[in-house]
């Protein structure tokens, strides 16, 4: 463990806190990533912080949208299945198609945020 090191500040010593380097080939977060930092500075700020700190907040971020994107991957197959929309649909009449591919991935992302990033 090292030492810490602290910088005088008026009356007050602050510690000299650093965060290690961020790996080069790291990935941009996705959106659902994005989600659930912003939900845990606006809502958890105590997570949040704590996360910063251990340097556990990236790879928590990481996993959140990670298991949105497989979990939506999942979901829309069965979605799609249940409410009927099939390729023959699609050559049929595509704009109807399109509403109810929107519609489901909708009621879809709306399940993530539930179960994922608002939780």
Known sequence: ?????????GDYLIPDL???ETPEDARPLGKYGRLRRS??????PGLYSRLVLSEK???HLREIDETANRRLEQMMPELMKSAGVTEEL???DQMKW???????????EEIILSELVYN
């Open 18 to 20: 650093t965060l290690s």
């Open 39 to 44: 939900y845990l500075q606006e809502h958890r």
């Open 90 to 92: 699609k050559a049929r």
């Open 98 to 108: 399109v509403g109810l591919m929107n519609s489901l991935k909708a009621q879809a």
């Open 57 to 59: 907040l990236f790879p």
């Open 1 to 9: 463990m090292t030492e810490l090191t602290y910088t005088k500040n």
